[in-house]
């Protein structure tokens, strides 16, 4: 191993240029800035997306996994990082209110079981093939995700 070799991670527009190409009419980067490419794609392609920007863009780490109500829909948000460049991916895809089901991606980053256990148990979203898809907070008996607008308060009408 060259101990003196310089790490190589593509540049930002490189990765734009990456993600468009390999995945044409599906991925759309909508906005770069300094180290940071933002994207939306369809659920379908979550997984196939993920998996090639961990094993060719080098990204080690999936920072988060969220979820957003937006009131018609919910999305899920994906911030990956590679840490070597400081560049981050952010991700978005929307998820219709009557199918609440995108594919896990905790195969790809383990720390992704986290972030995906927590949008399920505050949106309802499911990460279908988590290997342990569970409330981590609230008791099981609940029947309502707090974090959704829908949501009502005590005491609120």
């Known amino acids: 191993m060259d101990t003196?070799?310089?790490?190589?991670?593509?540049?930002?527009?490189?990765?734009?240029?990456?993600?468009t190409?390999?995945?044409?009419?599906?991925?759309?980067?909508?906005?770069?800035?300094?180290r940071r490419v933002y994207a939306t794609l369809p659920?379908?392609?979550v997984h196939d997306v993920c998996s090639y920007i961990h094993r060719n863009l080098t990204f080690e780490h999936i920072s988060t996994v969220i979820g957003v109500d937006m009131v018609d829909y919910l999305q899920v948000v994906y911030q990956i990082t590679n840490y070597y460049t400081g560049v981050m991916i952010e991700l978005t895809?929307?998820?219709?209110?009557?199918?609440?089901?995108?594919t896990?991606?905790?195969?790809?980053?383990?720390?992704?079981?986290?972030?995906e256990r927590e949008t399920y148990e505050l949106?309802?979203?499911?990460?279908d093939g988590h290997p342990k898809l569970e409330r981590l907070l609230t008791p099981d008996t609940y029947e309502f995700f707090p974090f959704r607008k829908s949501y009502k308060l005590r005491g609120q009408e």
């Open 104 to 115: 896990s991606i905790s195969d790809i980053w383990v720390g992704g079981n986290w972030h």
């Open 93 to 102: 895809t929307d998820i219709p209110n009557d199918d609440l089901h995108v």
């Open 123 to 127: 949106f309802g979203i499911i990460f």
């Open 4 to 19: 003196n070799a310089v790490y190589q991670s593509p540049s930002v527009d490189e990765i734009k240029t990456l993600l």
């Open 43 to 45: 659920r379908e392609c």
């Open 21 to 34: 190409e390999k995945f044409e009419g599906k991925v759309e980067v909508y906005k770069t800035e300094t």
